[in-house]
């Protein structure tokens, strides 16, 4: 069955640091994969995604993802965090060509000024 | 923009109540998914609908029903709430069966089961 890990449930770091929020799949085919970010209150949105080509994709709010096949993981980065992006992120498999997704269990981040 | 709008942000509901959760969405997508968000696990899928009047359950489905009787309408049901049902839960949709089609969410409307 298909599965999503995020190992971390909740990260700190200082504003203008780096950032990189950590995850690892279970799927038999080439998969289809997403960061989505919640602010506290408010649905997902998508951040990136990646069903093939390039294994660096870049997204928004400065945000890039590397897929690794070999490792099965697809890490979300970013240069310098915002106290702005302080939010719960997710990542997603798509399973059926985006009939449903298996969500992570996310991960928490938080912004010290 | 692509809107995905659950009537709802806020319900408080007592055990046993009949409780429907709506949701609808304005870009003509065929998939549309109800999730529930709980601390810890994540999103979870309770059902999805790949066409009108079709329904799929998810991987946890128990205690919930849906009706899809238009395509841009995907109700969720509660037949009898009860306590542990209180959640956050989430609709979506997506567009087909198309390589790298992604989830569309609404705000979500957050139940408490009293």
């Known amino acids: 069955a298909q599965s999503v890990t995020q190992p971390d449930i909740h990260i700190t770091v200082s504003e203008g640091a780096s950032l990189e929020l950590r995850c690892n799949y279970s799927y038999g085919a080439t998969p289809y994969l997403f960061w989505y970010v919640q602010s506290p209150g408010q649905g997902l949105q998508l951040l990136l995604k990646?069903?093939?080509?390039?294994?660096l994709v870049q997204g928004i709010k400065g945000f890039e993802a590397e897929f690794k096949r070999s490792q099965s993981s697809f890490n979300l980065r970013k240069p310098s965090v915002h106290w702005s992006d302080a939010a719960e992120y997710f990542c997603a498999v798509a399973r059926n060509y985006g009939q449903n997704f298996v969500f992570g269990p996310g991960t928490r981040l938080s912004v010290l000024p | 923009d692509v809107k995905v709008t659950q009537s709802s942000r806020y319900l408080v509901k007592r055990t046993g109540e009949k409780v429907f959760l709506e949701c609808v969405q304005d870009?003509?997508?065929?998939?549309m998914f109800w999730y529930r968000q709980d601390p810890g696990l994540g999103l979870r899928l309770i059902y999805f609908s790949y066409d009108v009047k079709m329904k799929e359950k998810g991987d946890i489905p128990e205690g919930y029903s849906v009706s899809r009787e238009k395509k841009e309408r995907f109700s969720l049901i509660l037949e009898s709430a009860s306590t542990n049902q209180t959640s956050m839960y989430l609709c979506?949709?997506?567009?087909?069966?198309?390589?790298?089609?992604?989830?569309?969410f609404g705000q979500g409307t957050r139940l408490t089961v009293v």
């Open positions: 990646y069903f093939s080509g390039d294994t």
């Open positions: 870009m003509d997508h065929e998939n």
């Open positions: 979506a949709s997506s567009f087909g069966r198309e390589e790298g089609t992604e989830a569309f």
